[in-house]
């Protein structure tokens, strides 16, 4: 009796792929849905990042990029100012969403920066000024940040 070769999948990314999730990392911080944008499993990305020096240093930057974005939309969307014919459930739920989001961020971002991953007290809350200050540093930043990789490639 003959046994058959079970063939395994080659789980390294070709250029193309990577720059699909590193791009679309760098978009939305999400790690499964950024590969399955590049047409690939998690676990193949996973295995390349450990494989992969230069993967792991572009993984480290589109991941801090994409909490950069996440932090802004969440700033932006703290910023807007909600009228009079909003319904008490829909605020109810957007603090929720909001909550929710920034003890996601602040769990995750010690890992971005590359710090240990204690999670510390969020901070006080700051002044209307003071956070369209630190929004617009943020996206001046981003901007700054996109028009170099736009430059470089």
């Not at 047409?39 to 020096?53: I, L």
């Not at 319904?87 to 590359?114: C, F, N």
Request: proline share 3%; no cysteine; aromatic share 4%.
């Amino acid at each position: 009796m003959t046994k058959d070769k079970i063939s395994v999948p080659d789980t390294r990314l070709n250029a193309r792929t990577r720059r699909l999730f590193l791009n679309h990392l760098a978009e939305t911080a999400n790690v499964a849905a950024s590969a399955r944008a590049a047409g690939v499993g998690s676990s193949a990305v996973y295995a390349e990042r450990r494989r992969s020096a230069g993967f792991r240093d572009d993984w480290a930057r589109a991941l801090g990029e994409g909490y950069a974005r996440l932090e802004t939309d969440l700033l932006a969307e703290a910023l807007l100012a909600a009228n009079g014919k909003t319904a008490d459930a829909t605020l109810k739920a957007r603090a929720q969403k909001h909550r929710l989001a920034i003890a996601l961020l602040s769990a995750h971002r010690a890992a971005v920066k590359g710090a240990p991953t204690a999670v510390t007290p969020a901070p006080a809350l700051a002044d209307l000024p003071t956070l369209k200050a630190q929004l617009i540093l943020k996206l001046t930043q981003m901007r700054e940040r996109a028009e170099r990789a736009n430059d470089a490639a």
